[in-house]
T-cell receptor
């Protein structure tokens, strides 16, 4: 079963608005990562947050982690049409499982 | 660009055949992982190699096998192809052995099994 579950499954917003995606996971983790995928191509790493961190920023991205609730959120501020993509959270699972990805959130940013 | 390349980009096979997919990792990256991504789903971990030894495997049958070579290239082999093997296959490299490091993905190979 998948460790991470993103919410919502799909999100459609206007350019300039903020987009928030959530990720929930089941077991304890060492870190959590967010990736972006454009049109079924390779994944691009966005940000890594460790279990002892609560918030991390990278440009227009803000990630939070709440280990007590086993959840994380990704906020994209001032979205652009180029942000249209699928966004995945990934967690390090038990030994032998490596990364476990959720099913993703499909974000559409309309011009 | 991540510096990770995969070949071929697309492939069509028939059920029962065998296929070999190739990946070239970033120079200096000792770990390579392979993933299967069905349409509309997240990537599923197949296995990971570190310094040419398999050191982690997901819930995939033995007909999925791999090799890693000293020159940072690797292969994913799938025997006795089934229709459900149709998917995007991604490889990803990372510098060390630790689980959960940042991974650098290639563009993928899209496999269609008829």
């Amino acid at each position: 079963s998948q460790q991470g579950e993103e919410d919502p499954q799909a999100l459609s917003i206007q350019e300039g608005e903020n987009a928030t995606m959530n990720c929930s996971y089941k077991t304890s983790i060492n870190n959590l990562q967010w990736y972006r995928q454009n049109s079924g191509r390779g994944l691009v790493h966005l940000i890594l947050i460790r279990s002892n961190e609560r918030e991390k920023h990278s440009g227009r991205l803000r990630v939070t982690l709440d280990t007590s609730k086993k959840s994380s959120s990704l906020l994209i501020t001032a979205s652009r049409a180029a942000d249209t993509a699928s966004y995945f959270c990934a967690t390090d699972g038990d030994y032998g499982q490596n990364f476990v990805f959720g099913p993703g959130t499909r974000l559409s940013v309309l011009p | 660009e991540t510096g990770v390349t995969q070949s071929p980009t697309h492939l069509i096979k028939t059920r029962g055949q065998q296929v070999t997919l190739r990946c070239s990792s970033q120079s200096g990256h000792n770990t390579v992982s392979w993933y299967q991504q069905a349409l509309g789903q997240g990537p599923q971990f197949i296995f990971q190699y570190y310094r040419e030894e398999e050191n982690g495997r997901g819930n995939f049958p033995p007909r999925f096998s791999g090799l890693q070579f000293p020159n940072y290239s690797s292969e994913l082999n799938v025997n006795a192809l089934e229709l459900d093997d149709s998917a995007l296959y991604l490889c990803a490299s990372s510098p060390g052995e630790l689980v959960g490091e940042t991974q650098y993905f290639g563009p993928g190979t899209r496999l269609l099994v008829l």
